[in-house]
C-alpha cells in the first residue's frame, strides 16, 4: 500500500526502503491480531504442501520489493513523473497477484489449483478439515 501511495509522493520511498521482510512467525508476534497464537501455531503445524508454496511466494514477494524500492529510486532521481507512476503501477500489480497467491493457499487452495492445472485429486479444505489439524 505505501508504494502505491509513492507514485504521488515519491518521498515516501525512502521509508519503504527502511521496510524489511519478517518471518510469518515475527509478523503475527509483532501484531495486534487477538489469536496470533493461533496463526503462529497453525504455521507451524501446516502441511508441507501448503507450506512450501507459501515460503517461496512470501520469498518471491520480498525479492520482488527489495529489488523495486532502489530502481524506483533511481527512477524518481531522473525525474520523470509519469514513468515513475507508470513503473510503480507495474510493480504494485505484480505485487498485488502474489499477495493473492498467497491469501489462496493460506485459505487452503494448492500449488494445483494455483496454476490452474486440472486435478481430480486438488481440493480446498473445508473448515472441518482446518479444524482437524488442532486435533
Not at 18 to 36: G, I, L, M, N, T
Not at 55 to 78: G, H, Y
Request: glycine share 2%; no cysteine.
Amino acid at each position: 500500500m505505501m508504494l502505491e501511495l509513492a507514485a504521488d509522493m515519491p518521498e515516501m520511498l525512502a521509508d519503504i526502503g527502511d521496510w524489511r521482510p519478517k518471518s510469518y512467525q515475527e509478523h503475527f508476534e509483532d501484531s495486534v491480531f487477538s489469536h496470533k497464537e493461533l496463526a503462529v501455531a497453525a504455521y507451524d503445524h501446516a502441511p508441507r504442501e501448503y507450506r512450501e508454496p507459501f515460503d517461496e511466494t512470501i520469498a518471491d514477494l520480498n525479492r520482488l520489493i527489495a529489488e523495486a524500492v532502489p530502481r524506483l529510486s533511481q527512477e524518481i532521481e531522473i525525474g520523470e513523473p509519469e514513468a515513475v507512476k507508470s513503473s510503480i503501477l507495474v510493480t504494485t500489480r505484480v505485487l498485488q497477484s502474489r499477495i493473492e497467491t498467497a491469501s489462496a493457499i493460506v485459505n487452503g487452495a494448492k500449488r494445483e489449483q494455483l496454476v490452474g492445472v486440472e486435478n481430480d485429486e486438488a481440493a480446498v479444505m473445508d473448515q472441518a478439515d482446518i479444524d482437524a489439524l488442532f486435533d
